[in-house]
């Protein structure tokens, strides 16, 4: 089956800049998962949707972090406006359902900030 | 909320040798343990996972063991090769949600 797809895979913008990462999860899997994680740190959970509704936004700086499923298949997380502190890699991943279980990553967008 | 602690941060190992890797939870709820190995610049994957209900679970030379009591769980692993030279990453989840909370990462080398 096809895993889980992100782009951009790199992405580099100045400080103050609005940037937007896309996610596809793996076909069928109900739950979405937007994570961040900064160099040589493990990734931290910035939002869970269980099919298109938030399950969990606790640890998403909404001030600046929004994100979205539209359909309850693809999702967006934008970032506007970005600061330093907001380079990291962005990992997406999706599971089945909102049981415990395993969570399956995609390849990460590598975000810059300038 | 759930605060997972991993130690070490870093080990060196010859080829064969085993390695092990420790984490603390804080969450006495929790009850799901995945492991994740994260080789540089990959995504992270799935190495072997145990819930609250198991003591110890094995996969061919990967074994983990969960001491509920204690909130600790470990990563044993046997007969290093280079391949597994990777950061490992232990991570602690509860029912409601499967929200994993990782630790810090322990990033493994193997000699030769």
């Known amino acids: 089956e096809a895993g889980v797809a992100q782009s951009p895979r790199y992405k580099i913008i100045e400080k103050r800049q609005s940037v937007a990462f896309w996610c596809n999860p793996i076909?069928?899997?109900?739950?979405l998962y937007w994570y961040q994680q900064i160099l040589g740190q493990g990734p931290k959970l910035l939002i869970q949707?269980?099919?298109?509704?938030?399950?969990?936004d606790s640890q998403l700086p909404k001030d600046r972090f929004s994100a979205e499923r539209l359909k309850g298949v693809d999702s967006t997380l934008k970032i506007q406006p970005a600061k330093l502190e907001d380079s990291a890699v962005y990992l997406c991943?999706?599971?089945?359902?909102?049981?415990?279980?395993?969570?399956?990553f995609g390849p990460g967008t590598r975000l810059t900030v300038l | 909320g759930e605060n997972v602690e991993q130690h070490p941060s870093t080990l060196s190992v010859q080829e064969g040798d085993s390695a092990v890797i420790k984490c603390t939870y804080s969450?006495?709820?929790?009850?799901?343990f995945p492991w994740y190995k994260q080789e540089l610049g990959k995504r992270p994957q799935l190495i072997i996972d145990?819930?609250?209900?198991?003591g110890e679970k094995k996969d061919q030379r990967i074994a983990v063991t969960l001491n509920k009591t204690a909130k600790h769980f470990s990563l044993h692993i046997t007969e290093t090769q280079p391949e597994d030279s990777a950061v490992y990453f232990c991570?602690?989840?509860?029912?409601?949600?499967?929200?994993?909370?990782f630790g810090t990462g322990t990033q493994l080398k193997v000699e030769l």
């Open positions: 991570a602690a989840s509860r029912e409601g949600g499967n929200k994993l909370t």
């Open positions: 991943a999706s599971s089945p359902g909102s049981l415990v279980g395993e969570q399956f």
């Open positions: 145990i819930r609250s209900n198991v």
């Open positions: 969450d006495s709820a929790s009850n799901y």
């Open positions: 076909s069928g899997h109900a739950t």
């Open positions: 949707f269980q099919n298109n509704g938030v399950v969990d």
